[in-house]
């Protein structure tokens, strides 16, 4: 329900603004030659290409080896395993 103005008629709704630093983006990763698709947001495929780099790889390589470990949305994997990786280099400090 809109506020009222001091007419006591109700004032539009305003429009909600998104956060655009944030918003899920679709990166195109190979699979076990496959094509697949994954939706995250700019500072999880960041982190994630940090974590690639970091251990040698390529992103689409540390994907797949996700991938071969997970039973059900890729995508919430990939951020799943960002977050246990920033929590691990957490804990080591």
Known sequence: MGRSSQDGRPE???RLQVNVAGAVQKHSVLIEGHRTSVSLEPEFWSALKRIAA?????VGQLVAEIDSTNSGN???ALRLFVLRDAEARALDR
């Open 74 to 76: 890729l995508s919430s």
């Open 54 to 58: 970091a251990r040698g790889k390529p």
């Open 12 to 14: 539009p709704l305003r």
